[in-house]
């Protein structure tokens, strides 16, 4: 039982498509009702779940993407298997329309086989669907931006994408078919009980608690997630943002169902990716004694999580180095070094 009583704060948007402009300093979830409710492809998913697909496989141009694939027992819960050493779906390279057509032959199964296709870039297999069926992310112009938000697509039957989090922030338009979204803020992850960095379905950890029927012998302090936790339901053409690093568990609640999502960051392209840094501490700080930790905890105050400028404003320009504002050649500067020494 779910049991999760906050509802995700509802904005109306009564001319689709318009995305407040200051949606980037949203700090919590935001269901944006009516958002792409004039999509061709949401129009007409409501009338018609064959014709959707007919009308998705018009604009494929063959080309294959990873989709996975479950037996019926697995009522699309993707996830660990029982050991937590593997996954418990297959995943392999198939053709779209053929996982089309597959769920099309048991749309009115009870228990149907599990298949889902995950984070597919539109524009790589469905050129010029976008054409009637697209959002313009209201981003700043800016240096560090080279790339509008680029959508994937997402499609399958009745599916849970566990509880994981992303370390980008995120518009997910539900096109076709219901969905459910629950989220938790960033501050809850250890209550939520991370799985293994490996494997992972996206490169994120994916709760381990059953969030429908938690166990809380296992999982005790999962209670205090759960106060915080949102939940939003969403109707075809409702969207949802959601900040970086929010967790949220993904739910399509329909026999057939389409999410579109937009990704983006504001950080410049030459800063890679956090997890790295997560790794390189693990490797360089974790099993270090805890007076050392905490010593460390201070250093990184000092130089990354506070006022980034302060450890450089008392230094003469030509003496900062790295303390000044990073950019592309210092980045590969900084890069080159970690390197050489990582090596040695």
């Known amino acids: 039982m779910l049991n999760i009583a906050k509802k995700t704060q509802i904005i109306e948007i009564y001319e689709p498509g318009q995305i407040p402009e200051d949606i980037c300093t949203y700090s919590e979830p935001v269901v944006l009702k009516g958002l792409v409710k004039n999509w061709e492809m949401v129009e007409l998913g409501q009338r018609s779940v064959p014709k959707t697909v007919e009308y998705l496989k018009s604009f494929y141009n063959g080309t294959p993407t990873f989709a996975y694939f479950g037996s019926p027992e697995l009522q699309g819960r993707y996830g660990y298997d029982t050991d ?12 779209i329309d053929e996982v089309l057509d ?4 048991h749309l009115d199964d009870n228990q149907p086989p599990s298949y889902y296709i995950a984070s597919n870039v539109i524009d790589l297999s469905f050129p010029k669907l976008r054409e009637h069926n ?3 992310i209201p ?25 994981h989090y992303d370390a980008s922030d995120n518009i997910a338009c539900c096109v076709v078919g219901k969905r ?6 960033p501050d809850q992850i250890e209550n939520l009980y991370p799985g293994p960095l490996s494997p992972t379905p996206g490169g994120q950890a994916l709760t381990m608690v059953d969030i429908h029927n938690p166990d809380f012998g296992k999982y005790p302090n999962y209670k205090k997630a759960q106060a915080t936790g949102q939940v939003a339901e969403l109707e075809p053409g409702d969207g949802i943002f959601i900040p970086s690093m929010w967790w949220h568990q993904v739910e399509g609640l329909s026999q057939f169902n389409v999410l579109v999502n937009y990704w983006w960051s504001d950080a410049p392209k030459f800063m890679g990716s956090a997890m790295n840094v997560l790794y390189h501490a693990m490797l360089s700080l974790r099993d270090k004694p805890q007076h050392e930790k905490d010593a460390w905890k201070h250093v990184f105050d000092y130089y990354i999580f506070g006022d980034g400028s ?13 303390l000044e504002q990073m950019d592309e050649r210092k980045s590969k500067q900084l890069r080159s070094m970690l390197l050489n020494k990582l090596n040695r």
């Open 139 to 163: 981003i700043k112009p800016s240096e560090a931006i080279t790339e509008p938000p680029i959508p994937s697509i997402w499609i399958g039957n009745k599916s849970v994408a566990r509880g």
């Open 180 to 185: 459910r979204f629950i989220t938790f803020p």
């Open 102 to 105: 597959l769920i099309l032959q």
């Open 310 to 322: 302060q450890s450089a404003a008392h230094l003469p320009e030509h003496a900062r180095g790295f």
């Open 84 to 95: 937590v050493t593997q996954l418990n779906y297959e995943s392999r390279a198939a053709q």
């Open 134 to 136: 697209d959002l313009h």
